[in-house]
């Protein structure tokens, strides 16, 4: 099992930046994809973002498309999640996670039951 600890998180200004980091231990996640979830107050966890496990496919959702960009260095064992042009909607606990090994369909359609580890969750709050 892959443990993962996710940082980078904290209070921003509308039209702001963070980087998050994922980094994993105990085993590789090289086979695993690599995605990134978040959940308001109130609301269901959402995917993100997710990326395979060599980096050639990425998946982003609407309402974070060409703001957000996910990136994985197997090297480091490292995922990461760019995030620009904050909005306060974004503000969530974010969480990575990793599973779906080897994973070669449609990244859209995984969901938090596809993924077996998870980090702790940082918090991003966005003020207007």
């Known amino acids: 099992q892959v443990q993962l600890v996710d940082s980078g998180g904290g209070l921003v200004q509308a039209g702001g930046s963070l980087r998050l980091s994922c980094a994993a231990s105990g085993r590789t996640f090289i086979p695993s994809t690599v995605a990134w979830f978040r959940q308001a107050p109130g609301k269901e966890r959402e995917l993100v973002a997710a990326i395979t496990w060599n980096s050639i496919k990425t998946y982003y959702g609407d309402s974070v498309k060409d703001r957000f960009t996910i990136s994985r260095d197997n090297t480091k064992n490292t995922g990461y999640l760019q995030m620009n042009s904050l909005k306060p909607e974004d503000t969530a606990v974010y969480y990575c996670?990793?599973?779906?090994?080897?994973?070669?369909?449609?990244?859209?359609?995984?969901?938090?039951?596809?993924?077996?580890?998870w980090g702790q969750g940082t918090h991003v709050i966005v003020s207007s």
């Open positions: 996670a990793a599973g779906a090994q080897l994973y070669t369909g449609s990244l859209a359609r995984l969901g938090p039951v596809d993924f077996g580890s």
